[in-house]
């Protein structure tokens, strides 16, 4: 215990020797790491339906959609912009059903701008029923096709949208919504991710869908979530942004989202569930920057040693500093970049202290650390005392 309290103690003399000798004394403009903000707006409608009235329930679309709007407040988006209606809204307009949606589409399409950028989002049940592909609002009754709402209303409505970039992102494919009873092989769930993928969106409008043809989309209960939405949601807060510049582009998250949820369900299900991106596929679209990395996620994602020296050069530019530095007595620190790693040693470790159990940390700005222990002498000449004496 002792070592432990001198190592801590030494550890503090030498930042604030550091912190003395100039390093404190020039403050980087924390700014210039994250977006700045613009005149554009961001604008979300999202859509989570787990209670049916007529179809079979699901269980985690409320859940995926909640998860979503706390993920974009987080990542860029203003609060006041995002819609989000669900099972368990308080307010009734903000319920699932076809009305609601309907009105709410309408409604945002209305204050949406030039140079904004839309996302709306369904999760729930999605059918294609005689060639015609729907979603399944909560009062969806599959004898009544005037209860759904065409994919093709959606697309007419974003069709009109002034906005920059209009994102559909569609987790529709889940389970068959059918009663037991009243199946035939000819499976409505499955031909919806058919039907969507050969139906082409409008000029303008990016499709971002959970599967694709002859699959279904997959929940799972220890992530209490869709599998596809719980790597968008990963993605959107910063484990998509392969290039580490603090943010996330629309091409990023579907790469990520895409991968990820592929190799989960392959390993975890032995089956397959694609995600697919539709739509006009420019350079420029697919660059384009939805989300911000918010400070506390920055740069979570395992580094190797090369992405590890490319991302200290990076902050040291921007520090306008040296990756390896001297303090006054000859100390050499080292720059320690934001990250995430486990701290800890696991229980099977020899000798190991009860202290010791392992967990994440999370380092959210960049500091030096010393390279080497702090000598007795460098100890002696700063402090002036010899806490060791006689020990």
């Not at 801590?8 to 903000?37: H, I, M």
């Not at 399944?136 to 009754?141: E, L, Q």
């Not at 987790?171 to 009243?182: I, L, S």
């Amino acid at each position: 215990m002792f070592k432990k309290q001198i190592l801590v103690t030494l550890l503090l003399a030498c930042f604030l020797l550091w912190t003395n000798s100039g390093y404190s004394q020039t403050k980087p403009d924390r700014k210039s790491l994250l977006v700045e903000r613009t005149d554009s707006q961001k604008w979300a409608l999202l859509i989570g339906v787990d209670d049916y009235s007529n179809i079979n329930d699901l269980e985690f679309c409320g859940a995926d959609q909640r998860a979503l709007y706390s993920q974009l407040i987080n990542n860029g988006f203003k609060k006041e912009n995002i819609f989000l209606l669900h099972d368990g809204a308080k307010d009734n307009k903000y319920l699932p059903f076809k009305n609601n949606i309907e009105k709410q589409l309408k409604t945002i399409l209305k204050i949406v701008e030039h140079e904004d950028v839309l996302l709306v989002a369904f999760s729930g049940h999605g059918v294609n029923l005689d060639g015609n592909t729907y979603f399944c609002p909560t009062d969806a009754d599959l004898e009544r096709v005037t209860t759904l709402i065409p994919i093709q209303f959606i697309y007419e409505q974003l069709r009109s949208c002034k906005a920059t970039l209009k994102l559909l992102m569609i987790d529709a494919c889940r389970n068959d919504p059918r009663p037991r009873g009243a199946r035939t092989p000819d499976n409505p769930t499955r031909n919806f991710a058919k039907s969507l993928k050969a139906a082409k969106p409008p000029l303008g409008v990016i499709v971002f869908s959970s599967c694709t043809l002859g699959e279904i989309s997959h929940e799972n209960e220890s992530l209490k979530h869709g599998v596809f939405m719980h790597y968008v949601l990963e993605g959107i807060d910063g484990k998509a942004d392969r290039n580490r510049n603090g943010k996330v582009s629309l091409g990023e998250l579907t790469g990520y989202a895409g991968r990820n949820t592929k190799l989960f369900v392959a390993r975890k299900y032995n089956d397959v569930q694609r995600p697919f991106i539709n739509g006009e596929l420019t350079t420029e679209v697919l660059d384009y920057d939805l989300f911000t990395v918010s400070k506390s996620s920055e740069l979570i994602v395992p580094l190797r040693e090369l992405e590890i020296k490319k991302l200290q050069a990076a902050w040291a530019t921007r520090l306008k500093t040296e990756v390896t530095v001297t303090n006054s007595i000859g100390m050499k620190f080292t720059l320690i970049p934001p990250g995430e790693f486990k701290m800890g040693s696991p229980v099977s470790e020899e000798k190991r202290s009860k202290d010791e159990f392992q967990h994440q940390v999370k380092i959210t700005q960049p500091f030096f650390m010393a390279t080497k222990e702090v000598t007795k002498g460098q100890w002696e000449q700063v402090m002036g005392t010899q806490p060791w004496a006689g020990r």
